[in-house]
C-alpha cells in the first residue's frame, strides 16, 4: 500500500473539503473521521481509497514523520482525539489543529505534545466550505520544528495572493489561534458595520431593495471592494420563492460560536479599546431579547419620518469604509499587545500576506494594511497610508448625527467613531475622575505642571 502524505481526521464539511484540496494538488490523503456516516459519505463521493476504518489504519498508512490535520469541533474532543493519537505516534510527528480552538487550550496542549515528543501546531483556518476546497487562508502557530515539516503542504493548498501563499508561520505558543480568534473579531465588526449600513438605508433613508443593492455596487466599485461587500451583494439579490428579498424574511436574532466574545476578553485583559468588536458582539446578544424589544417599540417609539441624508450612497459608502479601517485598526492594536506581551514577536506584515485572500475578512484594503509599518506606538490608523482617513471622517460624523436625529441605533458606526475620536483628544476628560477619586477616596493624582504625586484636602483646597 502507498503511504501517504498526510492524514485529516474529521470529515465534516471542512474536513472533506480540506481533504478534496490535498487530493487535487497531488497529495495522498489518509482521511478519516469517528463518524461512520462521515466516511461513508465521503467515500461515495469518489474517494474510498482514501477512508480509513480507524485511527490506527489512518496512522499506519502515513510516511515518517507523520502529519496529522485535525478538522474536528474545538473544545473537549480535541483533547480525546489527542489522547487517541498519542500512544499511537512516534516522537517527531506532527499534529496539526484546524479548528477554532482558544488559544490557551493550544498552548496547554503543545506543552502536553511537547512532553511527549510530538510537534503539535495550532493552525486557525478561514474562508469557510469554499476556501476549504479552493484554497484557505491559514494561520499557523505552536511547534516550528512541526512548521518545517508539515508547513510545505499547507502552504501549497493554502490560496495565494500575488504568488505569495496566503499561509504562514505566526509565532510559537497558541499565537496562530490567538490571530484567528481576532480575525473573527474583525469579522463579527465588519459584519455589523455592513448590517448597519443595509439597514439604515433600508428603514431609515426608506431606500428600496433595488436603490440598496445599487449602493453595495457602487461601494465594491469604489474602494470597498471585499469578499464580504460581495456576499452582501449576493444576499441582497436572493429572492424567496414569492419574489420578495428572502433578507427580509429572516428573523433578526443572531447567533455566535463564542470567538468574539473571547476577543472582547482578551481586550479587557490586556487593556485594548475595541470598541467596535465590542458592539459586534453585543449586538448580537441584544438581538435575543426579541420581545422585549417589541414591547420597547410600542412604548417608546414616536418619530414615524424617514430619517435624513444628503448624497446618501457616498456619504455611507465613505463611513463605512471608514469604519472598516478602523475595525481593522482595532483588531491589530489587540494583535501587537498581546505579541508583545507573550513575546510572540509578530510581524503584522505577515499577517496582511496571510489575509489578502481565501479569508473572510479579505478585502482590498489588506494590501494597504500590508505597507503599513504597525506597532505599539503607532496604531494602524496614525500608519501614513491611511492619513486619507481625515477626508472620510466628516462622512462618519454626518451619518452617525443623522442616525442619531433619526433614533435609530448604529452602534458599530458610532463606536468606530469614538475610536477614531479617542485618537484625536489630546485633552480626555479623566483629569475630573482623578480630582474625584483623590476627592472621595484619597487614591492621588498627578499634575500636568509638576513631578511627583499629590492629595488635595479637596473640602478646604489644603494640598499635602
Ligand atoms: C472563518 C470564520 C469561521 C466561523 C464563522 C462563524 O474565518 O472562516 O470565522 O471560522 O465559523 O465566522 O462564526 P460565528 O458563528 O461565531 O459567527
Not at 476504518?53 to 490535520?69: G, Q
Not at 508547513?151 to 501549497?156: E, K, M, P, R, Y
Not at 484567528?180 to 443595509?198: D, F, R, T
Request: hydrophobic fraction near 40%.
Amino acid at each position: 500500500m502507498k503511504m501517504c502524505d498526510i492524514a485529516v481526521y474529521g470529515l465534516g464539511v471542512m474536513g472533506s473539503s480540506l481533504a478534496k484540496n490535498m487530493i487535487s494538488h497531488g497529495y495522498t490523503v489518509a482521511a478519516y473521521s469517528k463518524s461512520g456516516t462521515e466516511r461513508q459519505r465521503f467515500s461515495a463521493e469518489g474517494h474510498n481509497d482514501t477512508v480509513c476504518s480507524t485511527a490506527e489504519e489512518m496512522v499506519a498508512s502515513l510516511k515518517s514523520p507523520r502529519c496529522i490535520f485535525l478538522m474536528i469541533t474545538a473544545g473537549k474532543p480535541v483533547d480525546m482525539v489527542l489522547e487517541e493519537l498519542a500512544p499511537l505516534l512516534q516522537p517527531g510527528d506532527v499534529v496539526m489543529d484546524g479548528g477554532n480552538s482558544y488559544y490557551k487550550d493550544t498552548q496547554r496542549r503543545l506543552a502536553w505534545c511537547e512532553e511527549r515528543g510530538i510537534c503539535y501546531l495550532g493552525v486557525g483556518v478561514s474562508g469557510g466550505e469554499r476556501g476549504a476546497l479552493e484554497g484557505p487562508s491559514m494561520m499557523a502557530g505552536g511547534s516550528l520544528e512541526g512548521w518545517e515539516k508539515a508547513g510545505g503542504i499547507l502552504q501549497t493548498i493554502a490560496a495565494h495572493a500575488e504568488g505569495i501563499p496566503c499561509c504562514a508561520y505566526i509565532a510559537p505558543g497558541g499565537a496562530g489561534h490567538f490571530v484567528k480568534m481576532v480575525h473573527n473579531g474583525m469579522e463579527y465588526a465588519i459584519l455589523q458595520l455592513i448590517a448597519e449600513s443595509y439597514h439604515y438605508m433600508r428603514f431609515g433613508l426608506e431606500l428600496s431593495r433595488d436603490e440598496t443593492l445599487r449602493c453595495f455596487e457602487q461601494w465594491k466599485r469604489e474602494g470597498l471592494d471585499s469578499y464580504l461587500i460581495d456576499i452582501s451583494i449576493t444576499v441582497l439579490k436572493k429572492m424567496d420563492e414569492d419574489g420578495s428579498p428572502l433578507v427580509e424574511k429572516i428573523l433578526d436574532v443572531a447567533e455566535q460560536k463564542g470567538t468574539g466574545k473571547w476577543t472582547l476578553l482578551e481586550s479587557i485583559e490586556r487593556e485594548v479599546y475595541i470598541p467596535t468588536i465590542y458592539e459586534a458582539v453585543s449586538a448580537r446578544n441584544f438581538s435575543r431579547k426579541k420581545k422585549l424589544r417589541s414591547q420597547g417599540c410600542r412604548q417608546l417609539y414616536s418619530s414615524g419620518k424617514p430619517a435624513r441624508l444628503e448624497q446618501a450612497p457616498e456619504t455611507l459608502g465613505n463611513a463605512l469604509l471608514l469604519g472598516i479601517i478602523l475595525s481593522y485598526s482595532q483588531g491589530m492594536e489587540l494583535i501587537v499587545k498581546a505579541s508583545e506581551m507573550e513575546q510572540w514577536n509578530i510581524d503584522t506584515a505577515v499577517l496582511a500576506d496571510v489575509w489578502r485572500d481565501g479569508c473572510i475578512i479579505r478585502s482590498r484594503l489588506l494590501g494597504e494594511i500590508r505597507q503599513a509599518e504597525i506597532s505599539s506606538e503607532r496604531p494602524l490608523l496614525l500608519d501614513e497610508i491611511f492619513s486619507y482617513i481625515k477626508e472620510l471622517e466628516p462622512a462618519l460624523r454626518i451619518v452617525n448625527e443623522s442616525a442619531v436625529e433619526a433614533g435609530i441605533a448604529l452602534p458599530g458606526l458610532a463606536s468606530a467613531l469614538h475610536y477614531y475620536d479617542y485618537y484625536r483628544m489630546e485633552q480626555m476628560p479623566v483629569n475630573f475622575i482623578q480630582a474625584l477619586r483623590d476627592c472621595f477616596g484619597a487614591h492621588t493624582y498627578r499634575r500636568k505642571d509638576m513631578e511627583g504625586v499629590f492629595h488635595t484636602k479637596w473640602e478646604t483646597d489644603e494640598r499635602i
